[in-house]
T-cell receptor, first 116, second 110 residues
Framework: DAGVIQSPRHEVTEMGQEVTLRCKPISGHDYLFWYRQTMMRGLELLIYFNNNVPIDDSGMPEDRFSAKMPNASFSTLKIQPSEPRDSAVYFC??????????????FGEGSWLTVV | RKEVEQDPGPFNVPEGATVAFNCTYSNSASQSFFWYRQDCRKEPKLLMSVYSSGNEDGRFTAQLNRASQYISLLIRDSKLSDSATYLCVVNFVNDYKLSFGAGTTVTVRA
């Protein structure tokens, strides 16, 4: 079975450019999460969706970050304009039901972003 | 104070050794607990859930101490393949988010 699929796997971009990260959750999962991981801050939840609806975006660092989920099989995380401090690994994850209620979160392989 | 705190390690142990480490959480209303494993440059993957009564999965044993608000992970008979970062994960009551610790790095040497 296909897991969570993310693209691109690696991206190097210049400061000020727009970055769009994409995610396809596991089919049938109704929760989708975007996490960011850095050495300094570890794994941080940026936003999560339930049935395509954003539920909590309190982790989104700034207005430069936006996320959408137009349908059950696709989500994007956009950074515009990008800055060097946005360099991190961005993980998309999905779960069949509410995390913690016996439902496992499955992570994609991550998008490694470097902003120079 | 962070919601979930872990000793970052690294714990360097020889093959066959036993290694154990803890994770503390700040919210006494925490509901669910997990250990995730993350290999270098890979995504986190669920290792095991942690139940109130404690649970074991092969060489791995997880314990929960609600009174002192910590969970533990013990690895027996360490293998080289156990080298990874182990993330403590906590879910709080009425909150569908999972909070991740920064991870404890374990390195098993031959």
């Amino acid at each position: 079975d296909a897991g969570v699929i993310q693209s691109p796997r690696h991206e190097v971009t210049e400061m000020g450019q727009e970055v769009t990260l994409r995610c396809k959750p596991i089919s049938g999962h109704d929760y989708l999460f975007w996490y960011r991981q850095t050495m300094m801050r570890g794994l941080e939840l940026l936003i999560y969706f339930n049935n395509n609806v954003p539920i909590d975006d309190s982790g989104m660092p700034e207005d430069r970050f936006s996320a959408k989920m137009p349908n059950a099989s696709f989500s994007t995380l956009k950074i515009q304009p990008s800055e060097p401090r946005d360099s991190a690994v961005y993980f998309c994850a999905s779960s069949l039901g509410a995390p913690g209620n016996g439902n496992t979160i499955y992570f994609g392989e991550g998008s490694w972003l470097t902003v120079v | 104070r962070k919601e979930v705190e872990q000793d970052p390690g690294p714990f360097n142990v020889p093959e066959g050794a036993t290694v154990a480490f803890n994770c503390t959480y700040s919210n006494s209303a925490s509901q669910s607990f997990f250990w995730y494993r993350q290999d270098c440059r890979k995504e986190p993957k669920l290792l095991m859930s942690v139940y109130s009564s404690g649970n074991e999965d092969g060489r791995f044993t997880a314990q929960l101490n609600r009174a002192s608000q910590y969970i533990s992970l013990l690895i027996r008979d360490s293998k080289l393949s156990d080298s990874a970062t182990y993330l403590c994960v906590v879910n709080f009551v009425n909150d569908y988010k999972l909070s991740f610790g920064a991870g404890t790095t374990v390195t098993v040497r031959a």
